[in-house]
């Protein structure tokens, strides 16, 4: 609340006024936050993904996203990790959780026996929920 003084009475009247100044510093601080933030929450490794026609779900916060490129290598997130290394990587990635959802990305020229040869090793490393991820089909009345 501000007050304004005139010289020429002895009664001070309120000004109801608000002061928006802080308000937009706080505003803008928070939009350069997030300008900064929300690049750095997506993967950045280019697949050539199928489409499908599955109605799509919601996803976590954090995807633990798997990926197979075209080439057959593999990368957890956006680090690429040697297969041999794979089940330890997805430890790491998963904090040792075994219950995580690992979201397997895979080109659709991989071949199916190396997607399932990764399967077989998230299988084998205790990882069960495994899901596979498509381009929408966006489909036409």
Known sequence: MSVRLDHGEDKLDEVHEINVTPF???????LI??????????????????????????R???????????????????DPVAREYL???????????KETIIFLRADKSV???????IMNTLRTAGYLKVA??????????
Not at 33 to 56: C, G, H, K, R, W
Not at 111 to 117: A, K, N, Q, S
């Open 24 to 30: 937009i510093d706080v505003m803008l601080v928070l």
């Open 33 to 58: 936050i997030f300008m900064v933030a929300a690049p750095l929450a997506t993967v950045d490794i280019q697949v050539n993904l199928p489409a499908s026609s599955a109605e799509p779900r919601q």
């Open 60 to 78: 976590p916060d954090k995807p633990l996203y798997l990926t197979v490129k075209s080439d057959l290598t593999v990368a957890i997130g956006n």
């Open 87 to 97: 089940h330890r990587g997805i430890d790491a990635a998963a904090k040792g959780e």
């Open 111 to 117: 071949p199916y026996g190396e997607l399932m040869e």
């Open 132 to 141: 596979l991820v498509g381009l929408e089909k966006v489909s036409t009345p």
